[in-house]
Every structure is written in structure tokens, then in C-alpha cells.
């Protein structure tokens, strides 16, 4: 008497489906995932000991080696970023400012914030 044995024809039939849907699922994934937003110019951060990350805020003011400003997008100067944030500032801001820009510039922004109703200013920092 001889044994055959039987094919596992039906497991691996069963296995293609699952990978398309994993493949599916992984390119849906990468389409609508969210990308980073580029900088308005390019920043080196300041460097710190901070362990805190850097999370996206509702409003970001970035701030170029030059002195350059631009809140959520639109290019601003010191004398309109209280016009930009508008007659309800958002509560939190994050504040993108290059390594080599003065320490004045920056805390005349910090304070500008405050005086028009921000209440938490995020400045980012790379860890060294």
C-alpha cells in the first residue's frame, strides 16, 4: 500500500488574499497619511538637552537666520503677527527659530505672543 500525501493547496490559497489586502491597506496607508509641511525657509534649530518632542501645534511662527517671519504660512513681520493671529489668538503656538537668530528677536516675539493673548509659546529645539 502506498501513502500520498495530500497537497496543501487550500492554505496556501487562503494566504493570497490576505497579503493584497495587507498591500492595499499599506499603500491606502501611505497616500492618506499626513505629511510633514516643508519650512517656509530653511532653519537650524538651536540646540538643547530637552527631551520633550516637538509636536505640531495649531499655529507655528517660524523664524529665518535673517530675521525673516512666517505664521502658519503667510510671510509676516513683527509689526503684523498681532493682525495674523487675529481677535481670537490660538492658545499655543510653536516657534520654529533659526540657530544664529538673535536671542532680542526672539524674546520680542515671546512677548508680542503674550501681549496679544497667547498663553503657551513652544520654542523647538534639536537635542544634542
Same mark, same amino acid.
Given at each position: ?57 495649531? !499655529? =507655528?511662527?517660524? *523664524?529665518? $537666520? &535673517? @530675521? +525673516? ?9 513683527? #509689526?503684523? /503677527? ?8 490660538? !492658545? =499655543?503656538?510653536? *516657534?520654529? $527659530? &533659526? @540657530? +544664529? ?9 515671546? #512677548?508680542? /505672543? ?15
Amino acid at each position: 500500500m502506498k501513502l500520498t500525501r495530500r497537497r496543501r493547496l487550500a492554505e496556501t490559497e487562503s494566504v493570497v488574499p490576505l497579503i493584497n489586502i495587507v498591500f492595499l491597506l499599506l499603500i491606502f496607508f501611505m497616500v492618506v497619511g499626513e505629511l510633514a509641511a516643508p519650512t517656509p525657509f530653511p532653519l537650524e534649530p538651536p540646540q538643547s538637552s530637552s527631551d520633550l518632542a516637538s509636536e505640531k501645534r495649531e !499655529a =507655528e511662527l517660524f *523664524v529665518s $537666520a &535673517d @530675521g +525673516k517671519l512666517s505664521f502658519n504660512g503667510a510671510d509676516v513681520t513683527e #509689526a503684523t /503677527l498681532a493682525d495674523a493671529l487675529g481677535t481670537t489668538p490660538p !492658545a =499655543e503656538v510653536r *516657534v520654529a $527659530a &533659526d @540657530g +544664529k537668530v538673535e536671542a532680542r528677536l526672539v524674546g520680542r516675539l515671546l #512677548a508680542g /505672543l503674550r501681549e496679544a493673548g497667547v498663553k503657551r509659546a513652544f520654542l523647538v529645539t534639536v537635542k544634542n
